[in-house]
C-alpha cells in the first residue's frame, strides 16, 4: 500500500519564504536557514525543522540566506543594502557590508574565509572575511539585477545567474568571463552540485541540467507549470522542482518521468532543496511556511515515524503513518 506524503510545517515567518540553505553534516546533525520578506531570518534543526534562533538586525526584506558547510557561519542578503555575516551558534551579528543596492545572493567559499554577494546593482563582490574594513573584488559585466551567484569548480570559478537572461562562468582570478549561456527569459534559480558537477536551473517550466564546467546541456524537462526552484538528490536518483501551482513535484532523473507530485503549500513555492544526506526536501513558499518532506515515504526518520500493522496488535490494520503536523516558531 502506498503511504501518503505528510510533510512537517514549519511556521514562524509573517511574510513569503524566497530563499532556504541547508548546511553541511556536523556533528549536531545538519542545519537549515530561510530567507523571508519579514526581515527575520530563521535557523532550524534540518531533520525536525525545530525552530533554533532568529537572526535580528536587517530593515528590510531578506532575499539570500546561507550557511557555511559546519554551521557555524551564516549570511544573508537584504533590501536594505546590505548583506550580514552571523555567528550561527550565538546568533550574534559578526559583519555588516554595505552594498549600494538591495542584495539578493550570498554564498561561503568552502573554507568559510571569503563571502561572495550580488544584487541589483549588476556587480559580484568577493568579500574577505578575515580583512572586513578591505574594499572587496569587484566583477562587473551583468547588464541587470542578479539573482544568485554561487561559487563552483573549488571555489575557483564562479556562476551567476541575472534578470538579462544570462548564466556567467567567471575566473575567479582573472575575473574574466569564461563563458556565457543565453535564454530568452530570466533564469528563476539555479543550483550547484559538486559531486559530478551539475548545474541545475529552471526558467519557465523548463528545469535543465548542464555540466558545470563547460556549460554543456545534458538535458531538460518541461513541467507542468511556472517553476521557480528545483534540486537534485545528493544521488542523482531524483530531483525536485516547485513552483506557481503550489504543488511540488517530483521526477526520476535518468528518465525524467514524473514521479509524484504533492499539493501542501496555499501559495506559489518560491524555493525548494535537498538536504545533505538527502533523506528529506525543504520548500518555502508565498504562505511563508517551510514545508519538509520525505524523500522516500514512511521511513522512520527525524519527527516521522512508522508504525507496521504488526505493531498495532492487529491483522486487518493498514499501515499507519504519523508525524506531528506543525512546528512554531
Not at 519564504?17 to 549536531?28: E, Q, R, W
Not at 534578470?163 to 575566473?171: A, E, F
Not at 530570466?186 to 552540485?193: D, G, I, K, P, Q
Request: negative net charge; proline residues 5%; charged residues 20%.
Amino acid at each position: 500500500m502506498a503511504m501518503r506524503q505528510t510533510p512537517l510545517t514549519c511556521s514562524g515567518h509573517t511574510r513569503p519564504v524566497v530563499d532556504l540553505a541547508f548546511s553541511g553534516i556536523t556533528p549536531y546533525g545538519y542545519f537549515l536557514i530561510s530567507a523571508c520578506k519579514d526581515g527575520k531570518p530563521m535557523l532550524r534543526q534540518g531533520d525536525t525543522g525545530d525552530w533554533i534562533g532568529t537572526f535580528l538586525g536587517h530593515k528590510g526584506a531578506v532575499w539570500g540566506a546561507t550557511l557555511n558547510t559546519d554551521a557555524t557561519k551564516a549570511a544573508t542578503a537584504a533590501a536594505d543594502f546590505t548583506a550580514k555575516v552571523w555567528d550561527a551558534v550565538s546568533g550574534g551579528e559578526v559583519l555588516t557590508l554595505a552594498h549600494k543596492h538591495i542584495v539578493k545572493s550570498v554564498r561561503f567559499t568552502q573554507d568559510s574565509n571569503s563571502l561572495l554577494t550580488a544584487g541589483n546593482d549588476k556587480v559580484l563582490r568577493i568579500y574577505d572575511l578575515s580583512k572586513p574594513e578591505a574594499a572587496p573584488q569587484e566583477i562587473p559585466g551583468h547588464t541587470s539585477a542578479i539573482k544568485k551567484a554561487l561559487w563552483c569548480n573549488d571555489d575557483k570559478q564562479i556562476l551567476s545567474a541575472a534578470d538579462d537572461k544570462t548564466i556567467r562562468l567567471w575566473d575567479r582570478n582573472s575575473t574574466e568571463v569564461v563563458k556565457t549561456l543565453s535564454f530568452d527569459m530570466s533564469v528563476s534559480s539555479m543550483e550547484y552540485v559538486t559531486e559530478g558537477e551539475i548545474l541545475v536551473i529552471t526558467y519557465g517550466k523548463t528545469i535543465a541540467f548542464y555540466n558545470a564546467l563547460s556549460l554543456d546541456l545534458i538535458k531538460t524537462v518541461e513541467a507542468p507549470a511556472s517553476i521557480n526552484s528545483a534540486s537534485l538528490h545528493p544521488d542523482k536518483d531524483f530531483f525536485v522542482a516547485g513552483g506557481d501551482d503550489f504543488k511540488l513535484y517530483k521526477y526520476d532523473y535518468s528518465s525524467m518521468e514524473e514521479l509524484e507530485s504533492y499539493k501542501g503549500h496555499f501559495g506559489p513555492v518560491h524555493c525548494v532543496r535537498f538536504s545533505p544526506d538527502g533523506e528529506l526536501y525543504a520548500s518555502g513558499s508565498e504562505d511563508g511556511t517551510l514545508r519538509l518532506w520525505q524523500t522516500a515515504v514512511g521511513k522512520t526518520y527525524g519527527l516521522w515515524k512508522c508504525v507496521l500493522p504488526e505493531d498495532l496488535g492487529s491483522e486487518n490494520s493498514e499501515p499507519l503513518y504519523t508525524s506531528p503536523p506543525e512546528i512554531k516558531a
